[in-house]
């Protein structure tokens, strides 16, 4: 059973502290979507990878967050230095990226608390 | 143009009725309309999808309607169950060059009563 894999599930941090959120893509899948979830803004798509390469990361805020993927098993989402309004639910997603109707599967997200 | 609009925000519904959630868009470059289920703690899934050529699509007991010059789409789900009991996301997929993003509504936060 193929999963979208994120660690760590919770973090609680202070503000200021550095923030590394992990995602291990479904094994074959050469797409991956990081997005934030809140209440306020419901589900934002963060940035997106294909085979590695970062094709758009314009939902991000640049001065603050960086995402990579060092290899084809694992993408990393940091935030630095964290805030407050950085408190949300962090998804990563993977897909096959192949076809008009490729889909996306969601890893169970990493919640974070910012205090 | 990149938005979709949910409605409504919240539903509740008796077991065995009709839960209908509605979406609307604007930008007719989107070439992809899923919806997905969420349930307290997990990521969303995907349920079912559907492209702007095809008017309707059944699978089990969901439903989605497409009325493309509306710019409208909708979610149907006959014979509620409590196990439906969930928040639901309509979408919408743009493909710019090689680049493919989803643009997610609101959701809606299903409740069927037993």
């Known amino acids: 059973d193929a999963r979208v894999t994120q660690t760590p599930r919770h973090k609680v941090t202070e503000m200021g502290q550095e923030v590394t959120m992990r995602c291990q893509p479904i094994l074959g899948h050469n797409t991956v979507f990081w997005y934030r979830q809140t209440m306020m803004q419901g589900l934002e798509l963060l940035a997106y990878?294909?085979?590695?390469?970062?094709?758009?990361d314009s939902g991000m805020p640049k001065d603050r967050f960086s995402a990579e993927m060092p290899d084809a098993t694992l993408a990393t989402l940091k935030i630095q230095p964290s805030e407050p309004r950085d408190s949300a639910v962090y998804f990563c997603?993977?897909?096959?990226?192949?076809?008009?109707?490729?889909?996306?599967?969601f890893g169970p997200g990493t919640r974070l608390t910012v205090l | 143009q990149q938005q979709v609009k949910q409605s409504p925000q919240s539903l509740i519904v008796q077991k065995g009725g009709i839960s209908i959630i509605n979406c609307a868009y604007e930008?007719?470059?989107?070439?992809?309309f899923p919806w997905y289920q969420q349930f307290p703690g997990k990521g969303p899934a995907l349920l079912i999808a559907?492209?702007?050529?095809?008017s309707e699509k059944k699978e089990g007991r969901f439903t989605i309607s497409f009325n493309k010059s509306a710019k409208q789409f909708s979610l149907h789900i006959m014979d509620s169950q409590p196990g439906d009991s969930a928040t639901y996301f309509c979408a919408a997929r743009i493909t710019s060059g090689s680049a493919r993003q989803l643009t997610f509504g609101s959701g809606t936060q299903l409740t069927v009563l037993p």
């Open positions: 990878f294909r085979n590695r390469a970062p094709l758009d």
């Open positions: 559907i492209r702007p050529d095809v």
């Open positions: 930008n007719t470059a989107f070439d992809y």
């Open positions: 997603a993977s897909g096959l990226g192949q076809g008009l109707t490729d889909t996306q599967y």
